[in-house]
């Protein structure tokens, strides 16, 4: 109830700032749909080390905060959870191209991977990707055409079910496929499948960032939830850049880089880590390494050749998601 809430005062919080003026001491930061506890603390930690600063939020599937910025949204940082939602504002002329450049890490602060949440007890005992394809499982994560969260799942699990089948293209899809035919619902966006199947109880098994694994457990109780951690998963980077066109015209532009700098410092990556995700800052991770599990983490770069190819081969209008999500 306390994540529905702050969504509801986000957007009312956000409607009310789009009808106000802007000035050189206020950000909209546009973010990924399960980062609102997260950045609820980063931006009051923030705030009080610049008295006068005011943040305001938008939360939603990045994929559709990319196009609602693309369309007006006056975002003058984003905080996403893909590069390709990243590069198609460098497409539209609002990002500049070499926006990874301007932060460390390739501008990503901090990381995690897909992981699974299931109930006391592990009912089904999932315990990896291939459990997630048997005929009693329902599997729950939300719509890969509008969410980041689940593109990392799709290939997450397109990474795994490559090496266990050598690569045999056909084999692969026909697992992808399954698994979409396990899905009940797609909701548009992280938090939306959260509450299907914490809320509205449907489904065995959640799939999505770790980090929001660990805020449920904690939230709701480590008593209903366990999280389970694949054999392998893919390295899921939280990409940021200041949205360039806008912070210009804002006159901004320093202060969202301040703003995104933030994220890096030690009390930055602090919050991070507390909030379930993993920490950049050497010093950060090995305080709360004891906290996230081992796991032998794949790169987008490694198994499907950059973030370019996997536009190109698997989210381009009848690339191989399309060919996988069918008519769902």
């Known amino acids: 109830m306390k994540r529905f809430l702050l969504g509801v005062a986000t957007a009312a919080g956000l409607l009310l700032a789009s009808s106000q003026a ?19 603390q980063v931006n ?37 959870n893909q590069v390709t939602d990243i590069d198609f504002l460098v497409k539209k002329g609002l990002v500049s191209a ?32 291939n459990d997630l394809v048997r005929d009693d499982v329902q599997v729950i994560f939300p719509n890969p055409k509008t969410s980041g969260n689940a593109r990392y799942t799709y290939l997450a699990a397109t990474a795994y079910a490559k090496e266990a089948f050598k690569g045999d293209d056909a084999k692969v899809k026909e697992f992808v496929t ?7 619902i797609f909701d548009t966006g992280g938090r939306a499948a959260t509450t299907t199947f914490v809320q509205r109880e449907i489904g065995d098994v959640l799939i999505t960032f770790e980090s929001e694994t660990r805020g449920i457990r904690k ?31 804002h006159g901004t532009r320093d202060l969202a880089k301040s703003y995104l700098d933030f994220l890096y410092t030690p009390e930055g990556q602090d919050i991070a880590a507390l909030n379930g995700l993993r920490a950049r800052d050497a010093a950060v991770a090995a305080k709360y390494k004891a906290e996230f599990p081992d796991v032998r983490l794949l790169t987008v770069e490694d198994v499907f050749g950059g973030w370019d190819k996997v536009q190109a081969e698997h989210f381009a209008a009848g690339g191989l998601l399309d060919q996988t999500y069918g008519s769902r």
């Not at 450049?101 to 990707?129: E, M, Q």
């Not at 209903?224 to 806008?246: G, H």
């Open 178 to 184: 399954k698994l979409f035919n396990n899905v009940p």
């Open 219 to 249: 939230e709701y109780g480590e008593d209903k939830f366990e999280q389970v951690t694949p054999s392998v998963s893919l390295l899921a980077e939280f990409p940021v850049a200041i949205v360039d066109t806008v912070a210009d015209e």
């Open 44 to 80: 009051k930690a923030f705030i009080s080390g610049h008295p006068g600063v005011s943040i305001d939020q938008s939360h939603a599937g990045t994929s559709a905060q990319a196009r609602a910025i693309a369309e007006g949204l006056g975002a003058d940082v984003v905080t996403f």
């Open 22 to 40: 802007w000035s050189a001491d206020k950000l909209l930061n546009a973010s990924y749909d399960v980062g609102r506890e997260l950045f609820v």
């Open 98 to 129: 070499d926006w990874q450049k301007d932060f460390p890490d390739n501008a990503s602060p901090f990381y995690s991977l897909p992981s699974f949440l299931v109930r006391t007890g592990n009912p089904k005992h999932i315990k990896d990707w």
